[in-house]
Nanobody
Framework: QVQLVESGGGLVQPGGSLRLSCAASGFAFSDYALSWYRQAPGKEREWVAS????????PYAESVKGRFTISRDNAKNTVYLQMNSLKPDDTAVYYC??????????WGQGTQVTVSS
């Protein structure tokens, strides 16, 4: 059974930091590219960052570049998103996604991040 379980969300003040985790099971995690997406209230889901299967490429959306860092630990089947200098516009439900062309496309259930004073 494939599972992606996000954690680490919560309420944080502007300028603060959070580290999201996404623990995976039920598939060959190390073969998959991993991504984080987010969806704010009333908006479409948007891509945030990705990391290739061995972590050599890590593209970011312009809105988070320089503030967020994606990483993965294939030994722990976990992908992370370190979020620094958070802004109210970062408020959203954050989702992780695992993709391997022709093999699988999996989503987690999401974790809420709220940036507010």
């Amino acid at each position: 059974q494939v599972q992606l379980v996000e954690s680490g969300g919560g309420l944080v003040q502007p300028g603060g930091s959070l580290r999201l985790s996404c623990a995976a099971s039920g598939f060959a995690f190390s073969d998959y590219a991993l991504s984080w997406y987010r969806q704010a209230p009333g908006k479409e889901r948007e891509w945030v960052a990705s990391i290739t299967s061995i972590g050599r490429r890590t593209p970011y959306a312009e809105s988070v570049k320089g503030r967020f860092t994606i990483s993965r630990d294939n030994a722990k089947n976990t992908v992370y998103l370190q979020m620094n200098s958070l802004k109210p516009d970062d408020t959203a439900v954050y989702y992780c996604r695992a993709v391997l062309s022709g093999r699988g496309n999996y989503w987690g259930q999401g974790t809420q991040v709220t940036v507010s004073s």
